[in-house]
């Protein structure tokens, strides 16, 4: 904001924050109208950033304004309330006294998912049992850290925990704060410029029963916001409060983040959530689709099932799309609707086999299979065996072992492949744009493959 205009209109307010009300007390009527009328959503906008919510605003007058007055401080400033709806004949002080039309105030939070509706299978039944135990109050730890590649369901299980709490909350009182890493840092930085950190600790420490944090890899390279982090924890942790946390990274992956606060991720219970089989795949797309009302085709199930394997987010928007699109050109849900809504996606190839990603890496890297396989530790050529790996994870249904075995390496290292790969595409560094670059590339690749493996 323009310095001028802040001096003059938000420096003589007094706040009062209530529970879903801020009242503001002007020193005259003439500011208080002109802040209602030029500032309202400015300042719910900003106030939302540090509280979560967007409040009601109240704002009143100290004192009366009198013509004289509000003339000179119109003369001072060059600003007059609703400039635009005030002609020369009409008296100012009528003007100011004009009713507003009432605001309405914002919505609570609207949890958009619950358990009901998460589908369970071997992939994810850990998570789910964890989540569904700290809810009850059975989990011994009071630290549950979910970890799993993107769309695999982590803001799901979240939004569950926090909507059964919620649930119960008029019984219990259960006080649930959910936000990601992000939005906890931006209210963090707001706190600090409007020197109410003190109270942004207190709404953190003090008056949450579960915080629900999703994306902490957020927090990497952050020192002073990985201390608070640190501090709310502890303080949590201490009163018998409980905390659920997100990655997409395990604790021991996660980069440049305090030891202390490593450890205490790490002192919880962790539950991963794999990628879904292709059973599972498919009862998440029929009960999506009895969601909406609509029976899918057994055929068209499996098509989708069978082309996207990795992403249960981009599946369920797959299965959408197809469904409006029948939909808006009043057809049938058919094979053929499938594929054409299937070519906006990134799909698995079932052609696809490790073979042909070894060929496609190696001519992409100026590599031959033997140097693939080496015990080499040369930067590019670890590059290019990680990208194999997740490659093969992506696009096969072989597992961590099968993929280990074929270039002489341990499951676990293809993991850490996978996964170093994984943090540079989800962080969108330079090396991650260029892998995200090369993925694409990989479907136009499949045909030559399959004609020169024939």
């Given at each position: 904001?323009?310095?001028?205009?802040?001096?003059?209109?938000?420096?003589?307010?007094?706040?009062?924050?209530?529970?879903?009300?801020?009242?503001?007390?002007?020193?005259?009527?003439?500011?208080?109208?002109?802040?209602?009328?030029?500032?309202?959503?400015?300042?719910?906008?900003?106030?939302?950033?540090?509280?979560?919510?967007?409040p009601r605003l109240d704002i009143q007058a100290a004192l009366p304004t009198t013509q004289n007055q509000a003339s000179d401080l119109e003369t001072k400033t060059g600003l007059a309330p609703n400039d635009s709806a005030r002609t020369p004949s009409q008296p100012?002080?009528?003007?100011?006294?004009?009713?507003?039309?009432?605001?309405?105030?914002?919505?609570?939070?609207?949890?958009?998912?619950?358990?009901?509706?998460?589908?369970?299978?071997?992939?994810?039944?850990?998570?789910?049992?964890?989540?569904?135990?700290?809810?009850?109050?059975?989990?011994?730890?009071?630290?549950?850290?979910?970890?799993?590649?993107?769309?695999?369901?982590?803001?799901?299980?979240?939004?569950?925990?926090?909507?059964?709490?919620?649930?119960?909350?008029?019984?219990?009182?259960?006080?649930?704060?959910?936000?990601?890493?992000?939005?906890?840092?931006?209210?963090?930085?707001?706190?600090?410029?409007?020197?109410?950190?003190?109270?942004?600790?207190?709404?953190?420490?003090?008056?949450?029963?579960?915080?629900?944090?999703?994306?902490?890899?957020?927090?990497?390279?952050?020192?002073?916001?990985?201390?608070?982090?640190?501090?709310?924890?502890?303080?949590?942790?201490?009163?018998?409060?409980?905390?659920?946390?997100?990655?997409?990274?395990?604790?021991?992956?996660?980069?440049?983040?305090?030891?202390?606060?490593?450890?205490?991720?790490?002192?919880?219970?962790?539950?991963?959530?794999?990628?879904?089989?292709?059973?599972?795949?498919?009862?998440?797309?029929?009960?999506?689709?009895?969601?909406?009302?609509?029976?899918?085709?057994?055929?068209?199930?499996?098509?989708?099932?069978?082309?996207?394997?990795?992403?249960?987010?981009?599946?369920?928007?797959?299965?959408?799309?197809?469904?409006?699109?029948?939909?808006?050109?009043?057809?049938?849900?058919?094979?053929?609707?499938?594929?054409?809504?299937?070519?906006?996606?990134?799909?698995?190839?079932?052609?696809?086999?490790?073979?042909?990603?070894?060929?496609?890496?190696?001519?992409?890297?100026?590599?031959?299979?033997?140097?693939?396989?080496?015990?080499?530790?040369?930067?590019?050529?670890?590059?290019?065996?990680?990208?194999?790996?997740?490659?093969?994870?992506?696009?096969?249904?072989?597992?961590?072992?099968?993929?280990?075995?074929?270039?002489?390496?341990?499951?676990?290292?293809?993991?850490?492949?996978?996964?170093?790969?994984?943090?540079?595409?989800?962080?969108?560094?330079?090396?991650?744009?260029?892998?995200?670059?090369?993925?694409?590339?990989?479907?136009?690749?499949?045909?030559?493959?399959?004609?020169?493996?024939?």
């Open positions: 904001m323009n310095p001028g205009l802040f001096t003059v209109w938000i420096k003589p307010l007094q706040a009062e924050v209530g529970q879903e009300e801020i009242k503001l007390l002007a020193p005259n009527e003439f500011v208080a109208c002109w802040v209602r009328d030029r500032l309202y959503d400015d300042i719910r906008e900003a106030a939302a950033n540090v509280l979560g919510f967007k100012l002080q009528r003007q100011m006294f004009l009713p507003l039309p009432p605001k309405e105030a914002a919505p609570r939070f609207t949890w958009q998912f619950g358990f009901d509706d998460f589908v369970v299978g071997p992939c994810n039944e850990l998570a789910v049992a964890a989540s569904r135990s700290l809810c009850n109050q059975n989990m011994p730890s009071d630290l549950l850290y979910i970890s799993s590649a993107a769309g695999l369901g982590k803001t799901h299980l979240l939004q569950a925990v926090g909507s059964h709490l919620t649930d119960m909350s008029n019984r219990s009182q259960v006080r649930v704060e959910y936000l990601t890493a992000e939005e906890f840092a931006r209210q963090m930085i707001f706190a600090l410029r409007a020197k109410e950190i003190e109270r942004f600790k207190a709404r953190f420490r003090d008056n949450v029963d579960i915080l629900l944090l999703e994306d902490i890899h957020f927090f990497q390279g952050k020192e002073k916001m990985q201390d608070e982090l640190l501090a709310t924890l502890k303080a949590l942790q201490t009163k018998g409060a409980k905390v659920i946390l997100s990655s997409s990274f395990l604790p021991r992956e996660l980069k440049a983040v305090d030891s202390h606060l490593a450890s205490r991720f790490s002192s919880g219970f962790l539950a991963y959530i794999d990628r879904p089989d292709f059973d599972m795949r498919r009862r998440i797309l029929n009960k999506k689709a009895s969601s909406f009302q609509v029976l899918l085709p057994d055929n068209v199930a499996e098509l989708l099932a069978d082309r996207i394997r990795s992403d249960v987010r981009q599946l369920e928007s797959c299965l959408q799309n197809l469904i409006l699109k029948a939909k808006l050109l009043n057809r049938q849900i058919t094979l053929d609707l499938a594929w054409q809504v299937l070519a906006h996606y990134a799909t698995t190839d079932p052609n696809i086999n490790l073979d042909h990603i070894v060929d496609f890496i190696c001519n992409n890297f100026e590599l031959s299979p033997k140097q693939l396989s080496s015990k080499s530790r040369q930067r590019h050529i670890v590059i290019a065996r990680n990208t194999t790996f997740f490659m093969a994870r992506k696009y096969t249904e072989l597992s961590l072992k099968n993929i280990g075995e074929r270039f002489n390496r341990k499951h676990s290292t293809v993991l850490k492949g996978i996964t170093n790969v994984e943090r540079e595409i989800s962080l969108e560094t330079p090396l991650g744009r260029q892998l995200s670059t090369t993925m694409e590339r990989m479907h136009r690749f499949a045909p030559q493959a399959q004609a020169s493996s024939c």
